[in-house]
């Protein structure tokens, strides 16, 4: 019986190939989406899973009154291993600061992540090098760098033996030996391209540095809460005992917090979990997307059911249950989900290196670890549970006397529920289109807009050497504006990139506020094209300028409610700086954050090192100024000149609008599938309804209808639920849409049009797909459809 | 064989209730060919139906060979149909995607006939409805006539003792009709039972007796003298 059961489904869904393509091919494309959102979902959540003690591993963090961190000072940890019998292990890590190049005699590379672990925070961790984790000696240093570093250093390397290398400029003379390489999981919290491994860091250094990460391990159930809170007493205690409460002020200000590890990459408590809410909706799209294109199966199966009717019937009359009937149809809808199933993996596996990309993730659907072996065959059973249950029950429950006649009609239940979903799958696509047409009005001002400052044609070039003092970058300066085609020079100790910069207090008439500084050398607003407002930029021709002009932005003169600011006064890090001039705001930090009140001082005691070169060119001669600059830069930059290593700044600035891409790409997608999935559910329903009509279809043009009434007609009642798809989904999309554009300090008032457009949109796209259907019932010959009586 | 007493069977939508049985009362014996005839809306396809097990009345007794099967569940009621009834359709009813041979081929396949023993029974009685050649056709390749014939032998592939026809030749030409006629006549003779609903005044002078309905009640019966004479 399977096998006749099985040529009958065969033959009938090729009989039906059109209907069976879109239906198999919608739930297809759902299930591809589904799978690549399920894999990423699994990724992001299983950061150090395979570590053996992943439930057991802490990372010590700090609560202040406005902020959480997770920097903590170095003798704190060892005061947590000496003080609880609960706590196994404890081991610090501290990431190095700086892109440091690595040379041996062959070749250069740069070390982007460097960290300096302990060798207990090593076990906890599993960070073993090839060989094996070594137990270093004393104060031993034990430098290990990762697999294709070491391969490019040492290409026809074959032992384990230690290498000397060079460690920055080459001319600093400063030597190091690698110990081997090392396989970085890239599956973990703990990055790194190179990696320390010491027996303790951090030593002989207080309570006032808290530069370090504490990871703790606690013995397995362990009470947590109790734990942080004697952690938390212990911390208090130690500040007081070290001298780091000043008189009148509060030691429980600030708290210590245990923070598992299995938050640490999505919800950190000293961070933003923002990437977990992204996940979490990211996968109620995912799981979405897949229900609703499960339900277009049920309507398209059911929307067919007419052609089975006979079969039922027939069945029946022979003797066939109808729990036969039921399983036979599932069965059928079984195989169809395989086929998608398969066709799912084909589409994920074509469109995931685009998905990787944009998700900034290295996924692979062959990959064990994802978990799909065991996801696959539970989302093809509950796929065809949801998809199938329904059809099948409805096609089982013909009743044979009257299918045998031609007569069936679902109930009118049915037809609410159809309706019904419609307008919901019609309404999350409108709510995407909206969606995505706001975010590209948002994404085009963000473009369009003036920054204050143009990174176009700004070279900056990496570089360890501190040009804090002008006097040192002066020889600098000199060679690169010797080369034709450089228009300006300087260097500062940051970049507009929105990498942020330093605060400080600063006294203007009385009033003390905080302020970001940024310290520059000469011609910093005239590499960068930033316009002055008021007074002047800096120069060589005023002496004073090295040693206490100051320039303010509009936002710092607003915050101080200055009058006339040129010439007047602001005192700051022990220096009473005269401002010269008034710069306009520049969006340094992209759209979000509102400019931050700053002050541009070329003289900063307080300052960070200025290490940061930039370099104007000219838009016609970059290739020919940069192969010069490649060529003379060990002359030019004596002490950091190996290397010409360099960026163009626009596309560092541009970066800052990667995020919102990827939003827009995640919205373009997401418009995509729901509008594709709700035409096929559309599609479905239209000829379930024609099919339904085709008797008052012919009755009406033998009364003398004409084809636009009848198109009218038909379209009429889709009209309707589209406009109530809209008009539902409009209040939704405003509020989520200025919801998402209150995250911008700079942002469009939310348009009419959007909302218009994806109006437009849907009904057009209805129109098309319910008059296509329409067509073959206006076209049939209406004495055909009443023989059928 | 059957015998029907006071069956009632009434169809009731949101407005209006008809009565499409009104107190049957009906024998029929065995090896008896027994037309019914009535006016469009007489009942005479209920009848059929609830005599088939494909519809349930409101009251009354329904016996075959003192089995009473109005009491019996769904499953029960399947059960019996498929081991003692064959049914023929005007519009044959065939599964346009199964073939000829595969087509008659089901109502053994429900009976759990093993499958050498189904390939015997299948194809002697499409040696004896005249189509082997067409066994490997589909439905929508063969005739009006050749369609009726394939739904013929499917009904009586697996021996019953009662078919049950509906209008048999209702969508075929004259010849076509007669040879179908004949066909349930020579089944006839050869001991099953059965029970047609017919207009045709032509075909029914095929059987044994006639019942003709009106309303849901029994009118009147005629014997077919020419046809009983010929059975006694």
Redesign the interface.
């Known amino acids: 019986?399977f096998k006749?059961n099985l040529?009958?489904a065969l033959?009938?869904l090729w009989?039906n190939i059109g209907i069976t393509s879109i239906n198999v091919g919608g739930l297809a494309v759902a299930l591809a989406a589904f799978m690549l959102l399920m894999m990423y979902f699994t990724y992001e959540t299983s950061f150090d899973k395979k570590n053996p003690n992943f439930d057991n591993i802490y990372i010590v963090g700090r609560t202040f009154p406005d902020f959480k961190t997770n920097y903590t000072p170095p003798p704190f940890g060892k005061a947590i291993k000496e003080n609880f019998s609960e706590v196994v292990a404890v081991g610090k890590m501290k990431k190095g600061g700086f892109e440091l190049a690595v040379s041996s005699h062959t070749s250069t590379v740069f070390t982007k992540q460097q960290l300096f672990v302990e060798y207990e925070a090593a076990k906890m961790f599993n960070i073993i090098p090839e060989g094996g984790l070594k137990k270093p000696n004393g104060n031993e240093f034990l430098y290990y760098l990762s697999k294709p570093y070491m391969q490019t250093l040492f290409p026809n390397k074959k032992d384990t033996k230690p290498e000397m290398v060079s460690i920055g400029s080459r001319s600093a003379e400063q030597f190091g030996e690698v110990r081997g390489s090392i396989v970085p999981d890239s599956h973990s919290n703990i990055s790194f391209d190179a990696v320390s491994i010491v027996n303790e860091i951090g030593t002989g250094e207080s309570y006032g540095h808290p530069n370090y990460f504490t990871y703790i391990q606690v013995k397995p159930g362990t009470d947590i809460a109790s734990l942080e809170l004697k952690i938390n007493n212990l911390y208090h205690s130690e500040l007081t005992k070290n001298g780091m409460v000043d008189e009148g002020e509060d030691v429980t200000e600030t708290n210590a917090f245990l923070d598992p590890l299995k938050n640490q990459h999505l919800k950190p408590k000293a961070g933003s979990d923002a990437n977990y809410k992204v996940l979490i909706a990211l996968s109620v799209l995912g799981f979405l997307i897949l229900v609703i294109a499960c339900i277009n199966f049920t309507n398209l199966s059911i929307a067919q059911a007419a052609k089975r009717a006979?079969?039922v019937?027939?069945?029946?009359?022979?003797?066939?249950?109808?729990f036969q009937l039921t399983i036979q149809f599932l069965i059928e809808i079984l195989m169809q989900c395989l086929v998608a199933t398969v066709l799912g993996l084909i589409i994920a596996e074509i469109v995931l290196p685009k998905f990787n990309s944009l998700f900034l993730v290295h996924l692979s659907i062959w990959n064990k670890e994802n978990g799909l072996i065991w996801q696959l065959p539970v989302i093809l059973l509950f796929i065809t549970l949801i998809a199938g249950i329904y059809p099948a029950m409805v096609l089982s429950g013909f009743?044979?006397?009257a299918v045998?006649?031609?007569n069936f009609q679902t109930s009118r239940q049915s037809y609410w529920l159809r309706n019904s979903l419609l307008v919901v799958q019609f309404s999350i696509a409108v709510i995407f289109i909206t969606g995505l047409l706001i975010i590209n009005s948002q994404l085009k001002y963000m473009r369009t807009q003036d920054v204050g400052f143009n990174p176009e044609q700004v070279v900056y070039v990496k570089n360890l050497v501190y040009y804090t003092k002008p006097e040192v970058f002066a020889p600098v300066r000199e060679k690169i504006m010797k080369i034709p085609g450089v228009k300006a020079v300087t260097v500062a100790n940051a970049i507009p990139d929105g990498s942020g910069m330093g605060g400080n207090g600063y006294t203007v008439e009385g009033k003390q506020h905080s302020l970001s500084f940024l310290d520059v050398d000469y011609d910093y607003f005239e590499t960068l094209n930033i316009k002055l407002k008021e007074g002047r930029a800096f120069s060589t021709s005023f002496q004073a300028d090295a040693v206490n002009s100051a320039i303010l932005n509009e936002a710092a003169v607003a915050k101080y409610g200055i009058q006339n600011p040129i010439g007047k006064t602001i005192r700051g890090c022990n220096i009473d700086y005269t401002i010269v001039g008034v710069i306009n705001d520049l969006k340094a930090e992209g759209f979000e954050k509102a400019v931050e009140p700053t002050i541009y001082a070329i003289n900063n005691p307080c300052g960070n090192p200025k290490t940061e070169i930039m370099v104007k060119v000219d838009e016609q001669r970059m290739a020919e100024v940069l192969a010069i600059l490649k060529s003379q830069w060990s002359d030019i930059n004596k002490r950091d000149g190996d290397n010409f290593r360099y960026h163009f700044l626009d596309e560092l600035y541009g970066k800052l609008f990667a995020k919102q891409e990827q939003l827009q790409s995640v919205f373009f997608a997401a418009a995509l599938l729901t509008i594709f999935i709700a035409i096929l559910g559309l599609f479905a329903f239209a000829k379930y309804i024609t099919n339904g009509r085709i008797k008052e279809i012919a009755v009406r043009k033998i009364l003398g209808a004409n084809d636009l009434q009848i198109f009218k007609l038909i379209n009429t009642s889709f009209f309707v639920m589209v406009m109530i798809a809209n008009l539902i989904s409009w209040p939704l999309a405003y509020i989520l849409t200025k919801k998402w554009l209150e995250t911008f300090a700079y942002r469009i008032e939310i348009p009419i049009l959007p909302f218009v457009l994806s109006a437009l949109i849907t009904i057009m796209l209805t129109i098309i797909t319910v008059t296509i259907q329409a067509n073959r019932a206006v076209r049939a010959n209406p004495v055909d459809a009443l023989k059928y009586e | 064989m059957i015998k029907i007493e006071n069956l009632e069977k009434v169809y009731k939508t949101e407005e209006i209730e008809t009565t499409a049985l009104n107190g049957i009362n009906l024998h029929v014996k065995e090896g008896e060919f027994v037309s019914i005839m009535g006016p469009s809306g007489c009942g005479k396809?209920t009848l059929l139906?609830v005599m088939?097990l494909?519809?349930k009345p409101e009251s009354g007794s329904y016996k075959f060979i003192d089995t009473e099967l109005l009491t019996l569940n769904?499953?029960e009621r399947?059960?019996f149909?498929?081991?003692n009834m064959g049914?023929v359709?005007q519009?044959f009813?065939?599964?346009?995607?199964?073939t000829v041979f595969?087509n008659i081929?089901?109502?053994l396949?429900?009976?759990k006939v093993p499958a050498g023993e189904r390939k015997k029974l299948v194809n002697e009685i499409i040696g004896r409805m005249n189509i082997v050649n067409r066994s490997g056709h589909f439905p929508q390749q063969l005739s009006g006539g050749q369609q009726q014939r394939v739904a013929v032998a499917r009904a009586l592939v697996t021996k019953p003792k009662l078919v049950l026809a509906d209008e048999p030749t209702g969508n075929l030409d004259s010849t076509h009709g007669n040879e179908v006629m004949e066909l349930l006549c020579e089944l006839n003779e050869t001991g099953t039972t059965i029970v047609m609903v017919t207009h045709s005044s032509h075909d029914a002078s095929f059987s044994n007796r006639i019942i003709n309905l009106k309303d849901g009640h029994v009118i009147s019966e005629k014997i077919n003298k020419g046809k009983t004479e010929e059975l006694i």
Do not use: C, Q, W
């Open positions: 019986m006749l040529k009958i033959r009938n009989r006979k079969e019937g027939v069945k029946k009359v022979m003797g066939a249950y109808r009743k044979p006397a045998l006649k031609g | 396809s139906n088939g494909l519809d769904d499953r399947s059960n149909r498929k081991r049914f359709f519009n009813n065939l599964i346009d995607e199964l595969e081929e089901l109502p396949i429900y009976n």
